[in-house]
Structures are given as structure tokens and as C-alpha cells.
């Protein structure tokens, strides 16, 4: 599936068995919660922190898809086309980031 029909098919699902998009604030109330379970597997499974019983079950990428599903409806209520920003994200660190990855020590 592209970035694309992602949009679109989540546009649908809302207007369908969602009803409708919650406000443009609830959603980023809500990607951050999602972003902080992602966070929380993290801790737990790369970290130093160990898995509570009721973490045990959550997967990583079901949790990233959350995040994912949210920040699309974000932009789909804000008419973003998350495929251009994408490429226009891309063409930005291309120019930015050149050298800059290949120069940090840090990383050698």
C-alpha cells in the first residue's frame, strides 16, 4: 500500500465507521499517547526497563502502526499529501545532510 492509499483508505474508514475525524487537537493529544507506548515497548524490549504483565502482549509494530494511523489522519484533516511532504522532506536532508552524516565522528 502506498503513502497514498494509506490516506485514503483511512479517510474512508473514518467517514464510515468512525463517523468523523476528531478535532486536529484530540489527534495530536492522541499520536502522542501513541507515540508513548511505542516508547514504552522500546524501554522494555531495548532498554533496561522489564515488561509489566499487561505489556507483555503489545507488539512493536501494531504500536507503530498506531502512530502511523494517526499522524495520517492529521494530515488528511489538514490537506497534507503525505507522498509530496515525504519527497520534499527527502530533497531537503539530500541537500542539508550532503556530507554532514559522513563528517560526524561520532559516527565513525
Keep these: 500500500m502506498t503513502i497514498k492509499e494509506a490516506q485514503e483508505k483511512i479517510d474512508g474508514w473514518i467517514t464510515t465507521v468512525g463517523v468523523r475525524y476528531f478535532s ?6 492522541i499520536l502522542t499517547e501513541e507515540v508513548g507506548e511505542v ?11 522489564s515488561f509489566k504483565e499487561s505489556d507483555k502482549n503489545k507488539e512493536l509494530g501494531d504500536e507503530l502502526a498506531d502512530v ?13 499529501d503525505m507522498t509530496a511532504a515525504l519527497e520534499k522532506n527527502f530533497e531537503k536532508k539530500n541537500i542539508r545532510d550532503a556530507n554532514r552524516h559522513k563528517e560526524n565522528e561520532k559516527l565513525q
Design 24 to 29: 486536529e487537537l484530540t489527534n495530536m493529544a
Design 39 to 49: 516508547a514504552r515497548i522500546m524501554a522494555r524490549q531495548y532498554g533496561e526497563q
Design 68 to 80: 502511523m494511523w494517526v499522524l495520517l489522519c492529521i494530515a488528511n484533516q489538514t490537506g497534507v
